[in-house]
């Protein structure tokens, strides 16, 4: 898990801050997902994005969210003027290509609190 | 009907016995399996994956899946107090590489 890269590991922000998320996948790694984790819930899909292209964003908050995977440089997950709700753990994955038969691993995840 | 469903528990279990989790998915068109153990504050961590019927034996883990009756399973032998977390089942489907996750065994492990 340790190879997939995740920054902040906590992050503290004020109702109506901006929250930024960094991911870096395991090297040779070109598929990125975002995970969120509500207090004492399940795991729910966010988005899957490949470099430069969102490849489904079925789970993303239709405001307030946004994900990229620039050609350069780690993914990166926005939560603009967060809430409370917004207080959970985000957990990037990454695989090297399509299922089947390609694994996918966890980064460690970062704990947003909004207060 | 959940996506993915599995006993939420605890499933208690005597150190050194064999813990059995179970795991159904509604998709019939789904293609790989995965299991993932989380503990306590902590990111999922990958047992194995299992994308053929039949049994597949990693250590002291084996996952089994059916598709026909669209269930897959993880075996836990030689159960020991470490094992206690909350056991992951998940599942893509046909079409795209998302994982839908079932909302997890809690399994205690008791010396």
């Known amino acids: 898990n340790a190879d997939v890269m995740q920054n902040p590991r906590h992050l503290v922000r004020r109702r109506g801050q901006e929250a930024r998320l960094r991911c870096s996948p395991m090297?040779?790694?070109?598929?990125v997902y975002w995970y969120r984790q509500l207090p004492e819930e399940g795991l729910k899909f966010m988005v899957y994005?490949?470099?430069?292209?969102?490849?489904?964003e079925s789970g993303m908050p239709k405001e307030r969210f946004s994900a990229e995977f620039p050609k350069e440089g780690p993914s990166i997950l926005r939560i603009q003027q967060v809430v409370r709700g917004d207080s959970a753990a985000y957990f990037c994955?990454?695989?090297?290509?399509?299922?089947?038969?390609?694994?996918?691993?966890f980064g460690e995840g970062s704990w947003l609190t909004v207060v | 009907q959940k996506e993915v469903e599995q006993n939420s528990g605890p499933l208690s279990v005597p150190e050194g016995a064999i813990a059995s989790l179970n795991c159904t998915y509604s998709?019939?068109?789904?293609?790989?399996f995965f299991w993932y153990r989380q503990y306590s504050g902590k990111s999922p961590e990958l047992i194995m994956f299992?994308?053929?019927?039949g049994d597949k034996e990693d250590g002291r883990f084996t996952a089994q899946l059916n598709k026909a009756s669209q269930y897959v399973s993880l075996l836990i032998r030689d159960s020991q107090p470490s094992d206690s977390a909350t056991y992951l089942c998940?599942?893509?489907?046909?079409?795209?590489?998302?994982?839908?996750f079932g909302g997890g065994t809690r399994v205690l492990v008791k010396p």
């Open positions: 994955a990454s695989s090297p290509g399509q299922a089947p038969g390609n694994t996918i691993y």
């Open positions: 090297k040779g790694h070109s598929h």
């Open positions: 994005l490949q470099k430069e292209n969102i490849i489904d």
């Open positions: 998709d019939r068109g789904s293609q790989s």
């Open positions: 299992i994308y053929s019927n």
């Open positions: 998940a599942v893509i489907k046909a079409a795209g590489n998302k994982l839908t």
